[in-house]
């Protein structure tokens, strides 16, 4: 399996509009974050994990010439406000799987109703086919994939869980059952926004703690802001065995 990481930012993305914050300024590359997302590829199948604003760009960068589906976690805009821009892919390949809880792709139908349409659908609108994820593990072609239910604030949200590899963003409380199928994982990639505590999100010290209960082989931190710092500075300071993921970062699992 191979995740490649095409998006690491928070929901503005860094650097933020007309920021003179020293990390929005900063000419590393590994500084420069657009809105979190993942390629998730096995085998021939290649799917994507939450599809924000920067998509299409996305999409162009990591040169992705089809997709099999999308799995949304939630429904805020940093997550979901690329859904138009599949269009080349509906258009080649046919309608696109989406995957999401009910409410999200409740939620998903009133902001992209012609997307959704099945009567007088607008021609140049792309096609779609919905799949309603709860608590139960679905199968992708020859491959489980297990929901993890999350607290975003208070908003249930969903990550997953693909054999070894999880992926968990815009966490801030996980319970004890979930934590359970979080076990014995190769790669846990996981949100950490900032260092100071936020009322929604991980903060540094608090993704670190569940990493350290859940005990992967190799951790990555996600959806991070300009306030956590410096890539340079701040994976210096982080266990052996946990990274700060970047744009453009590819592992193998």
Same mark, same amino acid.
Request: charged share 25%; aromatic share 10%.
């Given at each position: 399996?191979?995740?490649?990481?095409?998006?690491?930012?928070?929901?503005?993305?860094?650097?933020?509009?007309?920021?003179?914050?020293?990390?929005?300024?900063?000419?590393?590359?590994?500084?420069?974050?657009?809105?979190?997302?993942?390629?998730?590829?096995?085998?021939?199948?290649?799917?994507?994990?939450?599809?924000?604003?920067?998509?299409?760009?996305?999409?162009?960068?990591? !040169?992705?010439?089809?997709?099999?589906?999308?799995?949304?976690?939630?429904?805020?805009?940093d997550h979901v406000a690329g859904l138009d821009d599949i269009?080349?892919?509906?258009?080649?390949?046919?309608?696109?799987?989406?995957?999401?809880?009910?409410?999200?792709?409740?939620?998903? !139908?009133?902001?992209? *109703?012609?997307?959704?349409? *099945?009567?007088?659908?607008?021609?140049?609108?792309?096609?779609?086919?919905?799949?309603?994820?709860?608590?139960?593990?679905?199968?992708?072609?020859?491959?489980?994939?297990?929901?993890?239910?999350?607290?975003?604030?208070?908003?249930?949200?969903?990550?997953?869980?693909? &054999?070894?590899?999880?992926?968990?963003?815009?966490?801030?409380?996980?319970?004890?059952? &979930?934590k359970e199928k979080l076990k014995g994982l190769k790669v846990l990639v996981?949100?950490?926004?900032?260092?100071?505590?936020?009322?929604?999100?991980?903060?540094?010290?608090?993704?670190?703690?569940?990493?350290?209960?859940?005990?992967?082989?190799?951790?990555?931190?996600?959806?991070?802001?300009? !306030?956590?710092?410096?890539?340079? *500075?701040?994976?210096?300071?982080?266990?052996?065995?946990?990274?700060?993921?970047?744009?453009?970062?590819?592992?193998?699992?």
């Amino acid at each position: 399996m191979k995740v490649t990481f095409l998006g690491t930012g928070t929901s503005q993305g860094i650097p933020v509009i007309n920021s003179t914050h020293p990390v929005c300024l900063s000419t590393d590359k590994k500084d420069k974050r657009l809105r979190v997302s993942v390629l998730v590829e096995w085998d021939e199948f290649c799917y994507v994990i939450d599809c924000g604003p920067d998509f299409r760009y996305q999409m162009l960068r990591a !040169k992705v010439n089809r997709i099999d589906g999308i799995l949304f976690t939630h429904e805020h805009a940093d997550h979901v406000a690329g859904l138009d821009d599949i269009r080349p892919f509906s258009f080649q390949l046919g309608k696109v799987p989406i995957y999401a809880q009910q409410r999200v792709l409740t939620n998903l !139908k009133h902001r992209f *109703e012609y997307i959704f349409e *099945e009567k007088n659908k607008y021609p140049g609108a792309p096609s779609i086919i919905q799949n309603s994820v709860e608590e139960s593990v679905f199968k992708l072609h020859n491959l489980s994939v297990t929901p993890i239910k999350i607290k975003h604030g208070n908003l249930p949200i969903l990550g997953y869980r693909f &054999e070894n590899f999880a992926y968990l963003t815009d966490v801030k409380t996980l319970v004890s059952s &979930e934590k359970e199928k979080l076990k014995g994982l190769k790669v846990l990639v996981i949100s950490a926004l900032r260092i100071e505590q936020h009322h929604s999100h991980l903060s540094l010290s608090e993704a670190l703690s569940i990493i350290d209960e859940l005990k992967p082989k190799r951790a990555y931190l996600t959806h991070i802001s300009h !306030k956590l710092g410096f890539h340079t *500075e701040v994976e210096k300071n982080l266990p052996t065995n946990v990274f700060l993921a970047y744009d453009e970062l590819e592992i193998e699992i």
